[in-house]
């Protein structure tokens, strides 16, 4: 069966200081992989996306950059932390075919101060 | 542009209630997929459950139940006899399609919280 594994669980950053998340999944080969990250409000937007290794897609460009340097690894990076960046950072895993449901992971609770 | 629009922010039953979410989509694709997804306190999204555009078929499961009405773009869940673990946030959601990159892109509504009292 497929699991997503996130690190950290929680972080608390300063404003302008790097960050580095962390996605892995196991159980499955090729997937399309997902960062989302849910604001106070609670929506969920859409952050990047990847269909394979070295292969991103940015939906909302902003200081955050995501990489995807191994088939079941997805990073989420920023050079410096905004107060705006705070939030909940969803990874998630859908399968080869584009339609397929996507899958969560635990999250990674961040506050920026 | 595609949109899920949840009106109910929050509601509050008492255990045992029959409760229903609404959501409403928006899109112009013939073709598309929709969600639904459980966020109970923990803050990790369960899915549900997904439907295609084609199968207008209601579903049943348990004590949840859906209802796709393509007539009037909606997808509402309800859940009978509900108790306090259905307490949560619950999102609908519309698959986009294949971006031009691939991918499968979901719009997410803004999600409706269910207090679920004894």
Do not use: M
């Not at chain 1, 080969?29 to 960062?35: A, I």
């Not at chain 2, 207008?56 to 949840?64: A, D, F, L």
């Not at chain 2, 259905?86 to 691939?102: I, K, M, N, Q, T």
Request: with cysteine.
């Amino acid at each position: 069966s497929q699991t997503i594994h996130q690190w950290p669980a929680t972080l608390v950053q300063p404003v302008g200081s790097p960050l580095s998340l962390e996605c892995t999944v196991e159980g499955t080969s090729n997937p399309n992989l997902y960062w989302y990250r849910q604001a106070a409000g609670r929506g969920l937007q859409l952050l990047f996306y990847s269909v394979g290794i070295g292969q991103i897609s940015s939906e909302v460009p902003q200081n955050l950059s995501a990489s995807r340097p191994q088939d079941r690894q997805f990073i989420l990076s920023s050079k410096k932390l905004l107060l705006s960046d705070s939030g909940f950072y969803l990874c998630a895993l859908g399968g080869v075919a584009s339609t397929d449901t996507q899958y969560f992971g635990p999250g990674t609770r961040l506050t920026v101060l | 542009a595609q949109k899920v629009t949840q009106a109910q922010t929050e509601i509050s039953v008492v255990e045992k209630e029959d409760v229903t979410l609404d959501c409403v989509y928006e899109t112009r694709d013939t073709t598309y997929y929709l969600f639904w997804y459980k966020q109970p306190p923990s803050g990790e999204l369960v899915f549900l459950i997904r439907r295609n555009s084609f199968d207008e078929q209601n579903e049943i499961s348990g004590r949840y139940s859906w209802n796709f009405q393509k007539s009037t773009s909606s997808f509402n869940f309800t859940i009978t006899a509900s108790q306090v673990v259905d307490s949560a946030v619950y999102f609908c959601a519309l698959s986009e399609g294949e971006g031009a990159g691939g991918g499968n892109k979901l719009t997410f509504g803004t999600g409706t919280q269910l207090k679920v009292e004894l």
